[in-house]
């Protein structure tokens, strides 16, 4: 097994890496996810995946072969690829975002963890909140500030829940 610094440094390092691969494509200048959105290719590739509004866990992997490669296996296997890493750390790495995926399609914001409104909010809104890291989707105006869930969009070490820490704002009639 991997000494902490050889675990550590790749797996802080696959995010950076993975994403703007992910999101830009050779000689592409539109992102992975918001291609699957393009109308001529979102009812063949990737509706299935939105089928739920309001996304369950097992939802996260729910999806078309092409867009599995595509959207799932290949942000995931080209960090450990491209820095040749240690089979151990790429198992990590797999577990970590099998968990972090399950957890951001789940709805349910729980404490100590990373937070699903997001993604929640993406699947609300289906052309908005792309991308896991909020860089690209300020860079391409598709991120939701302003919004409740980008206000509860925050790792929560209460055990009390999000909603009643920021609850919405009921309007009078």
Known sequence: IPSYPILSYPILSYPIISHPILS????????ICRLLHHPKLYARFHKKHHEW????????IYCTVIEMVVSNLAPVAIGPFI??????????????????TTIS???????FL????????????FNKQ?????????????????????ERNFTSFSL???K??????KKDK
Do not use: Q
């Open 24 to 31: 830009y494509p050779i000689c592409a200048c539109i992102p």
């Open 53 to 60: 509004t309001a996304p369950i866990g097992a939802e996260s």
């Open 83 to 100: 820095m040749r890493s240690h089979l151990f750390v790429s198992w990590v790495w797999s577990a970590t975002v099998l968990l972090s």
């Open 105 to 111: 399609h789940s709805g349910y914001h729980l404490p």
């Open 114 to 125: 990373a937070s699903p409104e997001g993604h929640d909010y993406h699947h609300k809104k």
């Open 130 to 150: 792309f991308g896991n890291l909020g860089i690209l989707n300020l860079l391409h105006e598709t991120d939701f500030e302003g919004t409740i869930e980008a």
């Open 160 to 162: 009390v829940p999000v």
């Open 164 to 169: 009643e820490i920021i609850p919405e704002v």
